[in-house]
């Protein structure tokens, strides 16, 4: 049997209404597409990024209107705000100021150790985390000479660069990500990184790309890290909606073990056994059917009788192809037989029956 590694003890950091680290849930970010400046449509993609299942939020802050904006935001949105703050450490410190939850910076773009000691003070006295968040994209040219390139080595010294600054002034709430589109690089950096502090650490493969690559470049490298026990947090990197992001990233977390809530549609890949007609399109209804549910709930749709009853009978809901019809079973029980365009229809009732059991049930 696999067994994931036990998890890695760190600090706890609070992050607004969360904790970071210790024993507390691994949660999912995402960041948003929208410019800053444009509450309207900043807070309204908060808002569905929120209904989706995202737990933390970043935006970018590339002004003094995007710092400005942060305080608005607040007031309409329900989960942590992030402002990532790169090149201007008085975007940092207007953001604060503005009562956003933690502050990214970027080791490689804001190195003057006098705006950093102002960003500490600012942070201390509004009592937020900061993280360190290097990316292989903006390592100081002294460190690539120094190590040949982009290698896990550099970016863990680029981390520590910050990391002494922070600790010179006594200040510890830190969270530490390390990222590059690479996976390799990203894990070793990491693995390395564990042994060597106990902060929380945020992770991702930055820029992963779009499409099937982007998600399986994210997997991996989050996964892998995730399965030793590493990683408090986590953000998939997509060039794509960034509700996407969210999904992904609790599929990631439920493919382990580590989230165990929202629903879970198990189907089979059909082959030449399939005896349904239109199998993908009842697939894609149920999936967007159950995508908001947050109750853990496992509903089984296959093509045909050779996995679909056994597949059936460890979910709490399962649909079986026969020919021309549609075996429904509910708790590993046949209940009956329908029509394909009643699929969804049932799904519908048999969902409020599971979900008001598991409300029932006393833990």
Do not use: W
């Not at 399965?227 to 408090?232: A, P, S, V, Y």
């Not at 879970?264 to 009842?282: A, E, W």
């Not at 019809?325 to 029956?353: A, H, S, W």
């Amino acid at each position: 049997m696999f067994y994931l590694a036990e998890r890695r003890r760190t600090r706890r950091v609070k992050v607004g209404n969360l904790i970071l680290g210790g024993a507390s849930p691994i949660y999912v970010q995402s960041m948003v597409k929208t410019t800053t400046a444009n509450i309207e449509a900043t807070v309204h993609e908060i808002q569905t990024l929120t209904e989706a299942g995202c737990d933390i939020v970043r935006v970018a802050v590339l002004t003094n209107e995007d710092a400005k904006a942060i305080g608005e935001i607040k007031k309409q949105v329900q989960i942590p705000l992030v402002a990532d703050i790169h090149f201007n450490y008085l975007h940092a410190l207007e953001a604060i100021k503005q009562g956003v939850d933690k502050v990214r910076l970027n080791p490689g773009n804001i190195e003057n150790e006098n705006h950093i000691k102002k960003i500490i003070a600012a942070a201390k006295d509004r009592g937020i985390p900061i993280r360190v968040g290097v990316n292989s994209g903006s390592l100081s040219k002294e460190i690539k000479v120094r190590h040949g390139g982009v290698t896990p080595k550099g970016l863990v010294e680029a981390a520590f660069r910050e990391i002494s600054l922070l600790e010179k002034d006594n200040f510890r709430d830190i969270v530490v990500s390390l990222k590059s589109p690479y996976p390799e690089i990203m894990i070793e950096a990491n693995l390395i990184l564990a042994k060597q502090v106990d902060y929380p650490i945020h992770l991702g493969v930055t820029e992963a790309g779009s499409g099937v690559e982007g998600v399986v470049y994210s997997a991996v490298g989050i996964s892998t890290l995730l399965t030793r026990g590493i990683g408090d947090t986590i953000r998939v990197s997509l060039t794509e909606n960034s509700i996407k992001e969210v999904r992904v990233g609790r599929a990631i977390l439920k493919s382990l073990g580590l989230l165990k809530e929202g629903a879970r549609v198990i189907s089979c890949p059909t082959c030449g056994r399939m005896l349904l007609k239109n199998f993908q399109r009842i697939v894609e209804s149920i999936k967007d059917y159950v995508q908001n549910i947050k109750e853990p709930i496992t509903i089984s749709i296959m093509g045909c009788v050779v996995n679909g009853p056994g597949e059936g009978e460890i979910a709490d809901i399962g649909f079986i192809g026969y020919k021309g019809e549609v075996g429904v079973m509910l708790k590993g029980k046949l209940l009956r037989r329908i029509k394909e365009e009643d699929v969804l229809p049932q799904l519908k009732e048999l969902i409020e029956v599971v979900l008001f059991e598991k409300r029932e049930k006393p833990p």
